[in-house]
């Protein structure tokens, strides 16, 4: 509750700064996660070997590790938000009544924003500063397995808004690790505007059950991509491996392939084989079997699984 308490104190100034004291933070907040990203690699690392441990998927464990490279894309997620439009203020629509009355629609922020999280540690930085080029304070709630992780990234993230204007409240980070911190988040109505979760089917279910806070959900992560008669083929076969084989761990790596029947028996074949020599299992349905006879046979539950 303390958490929430500060982030909404913080929340009253943040929507009151300029645009260049949010860009500066930002940009301080990008040159923090670069100073301290040989701890955040030691840190993660406590993660990796814990997750290990505790025999977790490949695909999580894909999820929750950190490398230079990945910790470069944060600080260049940090640095590339200053280049966006400042949303606060921004007129959507005017109109003027008969009476000479004049009535603007204008983007505000939200408040307080809370989000849960699993696995992917990044998201604490990529939230962080989203929230606060919007000029909206955070409640960062992340999962169990990326603990270290998520510590020393705000530990980061704070130490940069030492130098600006920003109120340090302005990121607040759930340490618990108790399934009972995210039942006390969900009901601070009174402190957080808004909850937005990022993670499996039944994790979304039961918040959207107990909280008394609006939430923000997504549906699964189901996705499918359409190859029409009239498209590229060279290009669709590179969206579709890209798409599945550049990181398979992730909620947006495509599960489903549609393809037009008037395509089917050009590109199949080719995205088949490519997709194979990835070591990626390919179903299909009767349709695809006649064509591409070496792949599975599909069944109701592969359309509805996501991988």
Same mark, same amino acid.
């Given at each position: 509750?303390?958490?929430?308490?500060?982030?909404?104190?913080?929340?009253?100034?943040?929507?009151?700064?300029?645009?260049?004291?949010?860009?500066?933070?930002?940009? !301080?907040?990008?040159?923090?996660?670069?100073?301290?990203?040989?701890?955040?690699?030691?840190?993660?690392?406590? +993660?990796?070997?814990?997750?290990?441990?505790?025999?977790?998927?490949?695909?999580?464990?894909?999820?929750?590790?950190?490398?230079?490279?990945?910790?470069?894309?944060?600080?260049?997620?940090?640095?590339?938000?200053?280049?966006?439009? +400042?949303?606060?203020?921004?007129?959507?629509?005017?109109?003027?009544?008969?009476?000479?009355?004049?009535?603007?629609?204008?983007?505000?922020?939200?408040?307080?924003?809370?989000?849960?999280?699993?696995?992917?540690?990044?998201?604490?930085?990529?939230?962080?500063?989203?929230?606060?080029?919007?000029?909206?304070?955070?409640?960062?709630?992340?999962?169990?397995?990326?603990?270290?992780?998520?510590?020393?990234?705000?530990?980061?993230?704070?130490?940069?808004?030492?130098?600006?204007?920003?109120? !340090?409240?302005?990121?607040?980070?759930?340490?618990?690790?108790?399934?009972?911190?995210?039942?006390?988040?969900?009901?601070?109505?009174?402190?957080?505007?808004?909850?937005?979760?990022?993670?499996? !089917?039944?994790?979304?279910?039961?918040?959207?059950?107990?909280?008394?806070?609006?939430?923000?959900?997504?549906?699964?992560?189901?996705?499918?991509?359409?190859? +029409?008669?009239?498209?590229?083929?060279?290009?669709?076969?590179?969206?579709?491996?890209?798409?599945?084989?550049?990181?398979?761990?992730?909620?947006?790596?495509?599960?489903?392939?549609?393809?037009?029947?008037?395509?089917?028996?050009?590109?199949?074949?080719?995205?088949?084989?490519?997709?194979?020599?990835?070591?990626?299992?390919?179903?299909?349905?009767?349709?695809?079997?006649?064509?591409?006879?070496?792949?599975?046979?599909?069944?109701?539950? +592969?359309?509805?699984?996501?991988?």
């Amino acid at each position: 509750k303390n958490i929430a308490v500060k982030a909404k104190k913080a929340s009253g100034i943040l929507q009151n700064v300029s645009t260049s004291q949010k860009n500066d933070a930002l940009l !301080e907040m990008a040159k923090a996660v670069k100073q301290n990203a040989n701890k955040i690699i030691k840190e993660n690392k406590k +993660d990796i070997k814990y997750a290990q441990k505790k025999n977790l998927s490949k695909a999580l464990i894909d999820r929750l590790k950190l490398d230079e490279k990945r910790i470069q894309s944060m600080i260049n997620g940090l640095n590339e938000l200053t280049n966006l439009p +400042d949303p606060v203020g921004e007129i959507v629509k005017e109109l003027t009544r008969p009476n000479g009355l004049v009535i603007k629609k204008v983007r505000v922020p939200l408040g307080v924003i809370g989000i849960i999280y699993e696995s992917r540690p990044n998201v604490t930085s990529d939230a962080t500063g989203l929230c606060l080029k919007s000029g909206n304070s955070v409640v960062l709630k992340g999962g169990s397995e990326a603990i270290f992780s998520n510590r020393a990234i705000v530990s980061s993230l704070k130490q940069g808004l030492k130098n600006t204007k920003i109120p !340090e409240g302005t990121i607040g980070f759930i340490g618990s690790v108790e399934r009972k911190a995210v039942r006390e988040m969900v009901k601070l109505d009174k402190f957080i505007d808004v909850v937005i979760p990022r993670g499996g !089917e039944k994790m979304i279910s039961e918040i959207r059950r107990l909280a008394t806070v609006p939430v923000i959900a997504h549906g699964k992560g189901l996705c499918h991509i359409y190859v +029409d008669k009239n498209a590229d083929l060279n290009m669709s076969l590179n969206i579709v491996y890209n798409a599945k084989v550049q990181r398979p761990g992730v909620c947006n790596a495509v599960e489903t392939v549609l393809v037009h029947k008037d395509i089917a028996s050009l590109f199949l074949p080719g995205m088949v084989e490519s997709l194979k020599k990835a070591n990626v299992i390919i179903k299909g349905d009767d349709k695809v079997k006649k064509i591409t006879p070496d792949v599975t046979k599909a069944t109701n539950k +592969d359309w509805e699984t996501e991988y």
